[in-house]
């Protein structure tokens, strides 16, 4: 056992956090897609561009409560000065109406069909019903409150692209081009491996240096929040065999493994995936989550993330959203991102990411004291990371710095 | 009928987009409260603190792999001149093992208990193992590597607080602390109502002067995103009658109304609110979503939406999302804001709230041209708003403005 050599000795070689996410790239694939209907689309991920095989709307439409008319009958209109047009009826929405001639005009409905003849609209309150005829008090120009075929969507052109996250609007796009299901991608399926002697679930009462286990809720709670799908969850003792079990029946597209990722004595977990697959990340170079572990099983990417709930946080925040992002063939993911001055001077170390816990507020950046790795409530406390990269060591004080928001 | 004067004359009075907050406020009380488990807890609503019942950790633990021993024995330690301590065992997370006298060191591994006598610990890339002895190379502080008894929550504490959203890493904070059920505000309960005599459901095909329905998509899928359940939903001609009745038979927290809110002939929705309840807003001194109504029947508000599908999800965005947020007790809401710089200059009315549709790249925000309130697919070219205040004409170029995305 090769690996036997580096427990106990801290890490030989740590790979930059850059690194790490053109590591990640170059092992994910996108997964195959699937037909869903448009009801469950919002959050999915468009597996090919949606054209339009319609205008919309499809006729042209009044946009106001008023008069279809002319509007070259219009010209000279004024409230001292009014033009009298005929009224041949009113058109609701949904109805068809015959078309208008000159000098008449047709009372018309937000959302009906414009007449044959008329080319705009006149709203309701700049005139006045007499007599069978409509008082004209201001001139209107040409396609004035009209909605003209196509002006929403044309015929042939794609508004909706390969690899959009589906908003809740888009929902409405689809269903204006009679769209009911569309292709996807297929969420990503994923294994969790909590390993710990010292776990137990919450509920039972922990023995004398026994935890409770919360990697399993917030993993759990991450997952879904990115779009994934926990296929299976399983809570192992530190036991070179038991590990290597549950990690060789996965049958998920990612791995996740927590705890027993470092190079202590019964850190197996990067044993095991350089002994069955490729260990390609074995400790990042920034703080926290630094003794997170990335290889490969059987072509399926394994992240191996250190036990302490904050670095789990942190190391899925980063690697396994990263991943999973990746997986989905989202091309418009941005994370939120926001700009604010710090309230206090931070130090950080040359040579490693440090990733700080702050609280931001009307663009006030506020770093959380955190006692390390294991204070998972600094991440209650915080609700966004401000990353510093490895060639700078720290910020000074009211530094404008960008951080991304959870 | 009273507002019968009122349709085909426009709106005599428009709230202002500020005063209609206030309008919403002043009609929308919290929901109930209701138990549920950690699991299911991500994005539900506190209805009171958390205090912590015990301390976490509830034990002094190593948070390395490396050596327990006394700071003091370590004084004076370097390459050059190693401290030699007795090595009396091993201590694996989950374990509890006996304490350590002066001169001695416990083989520890990450999250094992801490032996009595032991006050810091040394990371093993810092010592050799010799004949039953570790060679200590660096002098130690004590506490250092050591997460105390707690570190993270203290009991009596409170660190998740009444009005807060759960994230998922709040999951593994209750978990830790032994919670298993929280109680949470109810989500709102709404049924939404959509009339419109042009509309027909996507899949059949229109007539002349027929549109497909897409607000029920948007809506629902907004719903969804704003933590709502959708109680109800009927699509209904522009009838008095069966407005009424429907509006009627609304068991829900809310209800929505879309399309025939304006002063058209066929505007039935905010007579009916008149005539069964109160109607406090009837149009907003807002672009697009200006026609916009807010009322109360038997003390459920109700939202008339304007029919145009963009419309619909601005008035949402605003109004509803608002209401929804207050009913849910929300206290750590904030939306999700970014600055940036306009490509090119906007023009507003003086008197009016104008909402632009913006695309935000990399700090720069490039409005969405737009035809009207009809557009929706500029939603899907647009990912935030701008909104410029009634006393405001507009910003130059380069101006820097404040988005909020969607």
Redesign the interface.
């Known amino acids: 056992m090769k690996l036997e050599d580096v427990r ?3 890490f030989k070689h740590r790979t930059s956090f850059q690194d790490a996410f053109k590591i990640i790239t170059s092992i994910i694939k996108t997964t195959d897609s699937e037909y869903i209907s ?2 469950n ?2 959050k999915r991920v468009l597996y090919e561009d949606i054209v339009s095989t319609l205008n ?4 042209n ?1 009044s ?1 106001m ?1 008023g008069y279809a008319l002319r509007a070259s009958d219009t010209y000279g209109a004024s409230h001292y000065n009014p033009i009298p047009l005929k009224i041949t009826g ?1 058109a ?5 109406k015959a078309g208008i001639k000159k000098r008449e005009a047709l ?1 018309i ?5 414009m007449p044959k003849g008329a080319d705009a609209c006149i ?3 700049y005139t006045e ?1 007499k007599d069978g005829y409509v008082l004209i008090h201001k001139p209107v120009s040409g396609v004035e409150n009209v ?1 003209k075929i196509g ?3 044309k015929k042939g052109s794609s ?2 692209k390969k690899g959009r996250v589906i ?10 081009m ?3 299901q569309i292709r996807v991608y297929k969420k990503p399926t994923v294994d969790i491996i909590i390993t ?4 137990v679930e ?2 039972k009462k ?13 993993l ?3 997952l ?2 990115t779009g994934a799908i926990l296929s299976s969850k399983k809570r192992v ?2 036991d070179y065999k038991k590990i290597k079990k549950e990690i060789q029946a996965c049958k998920s597209d990612i791995i996740i493994v927590t ?1 027993g990722t ?6 197996y977990a990067p044993l095991i995936v350089k002994e069955t697959g490729k260990l390609l990340v074995h400790g990042i170079s920034m703080k926290p989550a630094g003794p997170t572990g990335i290889g490969v099983i059987s072509k399926k990417p394994v992240f191996l993330l250190p ?3 904050q670095a ?2 942190i190391a899925y925040d980063f690697f396994v959203r990263y991943a999973l992002t990746l997986m989905q063939g989202i091309n ?1 993911r941005h994370e ?4 604010g001055t710090l309230t206090k001077k931070i130090a950080s170390a040359i040579g490693r990411t440090d990733i700080f816990r702050v609280k931001y507020d009307n ?1 006030q950046v506020e770093p959380i004291r955190s ?7 600094s ?3 915080a ?1 966004a990371y401000l990353v510093v990269p490895e060639n700078i060591d720290g910020y000074p004080q009211s530094h404008e710095v960008k951080v991304r ?2």
Do not use: W
């Open positions: 106990m000795k801290g448009i009801e689309s919002p919309v709307p499809n006729f439409r946009c409560d009113e609701l929405a949904g109805e068809h009372r409905m937000t959302g009906a069909k709203m309701a309150e019903e909605s002006e929403d969507i508004v909706l908003k809740p609007y888009d929902t409405g796009i689809l269903a204006s009679q769209v009911r710990g002697s010292e776990l919450p509920g922990p023995k004398q240096g026994q935890i409770i286990d919360s990697n399993t809720y917030i759990e709670a991450l879904k929040d003792p530190d705890a470092s190079c202590g004595k019964k850190d036990g302490n709930p789990v946080c418009n939120t991102t926001a700009i663009a006692g390390g790795a294991s204070i998972l409530s991440m209650a406390r609700d928001l959870f």
